[in-house]
């Protein structure tokens, strides 16, 4: 069996055609891809004591002690961030509910121009109460020193967050406490297509 045959192929049957679903598959495809070829193996985490996911319930890889193997599983219509929304009295950029909704999935190490950073994803149900209310402290932050608003999805190994802008939806980084300072991205599906994978621990 060559190399190829165990490559993977994300995207389902009968796959919803939003363009940010499709740009986040196919980055799960090369991150997995990756792992395949330079591994030969699934990606894994550690967890002490382990932290149950649909991710990890796959034939194949069997996890030893707290070391779990994982893929990626598609999420089957969530209203994510409903709760939000009205707590805020706002509606999420949809590029926002796209990608948090999307999967469940370990976080993923990737590059984009350079600059490695995580990529945030949600792991389960307990992961996504967290992120809920992270974003919604993220918000009230933004609201109380009057800055744009924003909605995280990655972070670098300084003091640097990925976001995704309210109104725009572009891509940006940006500090903490501060405006964005640079547009890394117009849009989500365009960020998600030029990231790179690589095989650094989340």
Same mark, same amino acid.
């Given at each position: 069996m060559g190399p190829l045959s165990r490559l993977f192929f994300l995207?389902?049957?009968?796959v919803s055609m939003n363009p940010v679903f499709l740009a986040l598959d196919?980055?799960?495809?090369? *991150?997995? @891809?990756?792992h395949q070829m330079e591994k030969d193996r699934l990606p894994s985490v550690s967890f002490d004591p382990p932290w149950p996911s649909l991710c990890t319930e796959i034939a194949g890889n069997e996890p030893s002690d707290t070391v779990l193997?994982?893929?990626?599983?598609?999420?089957? &219509?969530s209203d994510l961030f409903i709760s939000l929304e009205s707590a805020l009295e706002l509606k999420f950029h949809p590029d926002?509910?796209?990608? *948090?909704?999307?999967?469940?999935? @370990? &976080?993923?190490?990737?590059?984009?121009n350079e600059l490695p950073f995580n990529l945030i994803q949600i792991w389960n149900?307990?992961?996504?109460e967290n992120l809920k209310q992270n974003l919604l402290g993220h918000a009230f932050a933004k609201r109380k020193n009057r800055l744009p608003m924003s909605w995280f999805i990655g972070a670098t190994s300084g003091n640097d967050v990925i976001c995704i802008d309210q109104e725009s939806g572009q891509?940006?980084?940006e500090k903490p406490g501060y405006k964005a300072h640079e547009v890394l991205a117009e849009n989500l599906e365009a960020f998600l297509i030029g990231l790179n994978p690589t095989t650094d621990e989340y």
């Open positions: 995207i389902p049957m009968s196919a980055l799960f495809t090369r *991150y997995m @891809n990756l193997f994982w893929r990626p599983i598609e999420r089957k &219509g926002v509910d796209a990608f *948090y909704g999307a999967f469940w999935s @370990n &976080g993923l190490s990737v590059e984009f149900e307990e992961d996504e891509v940006v980084l």
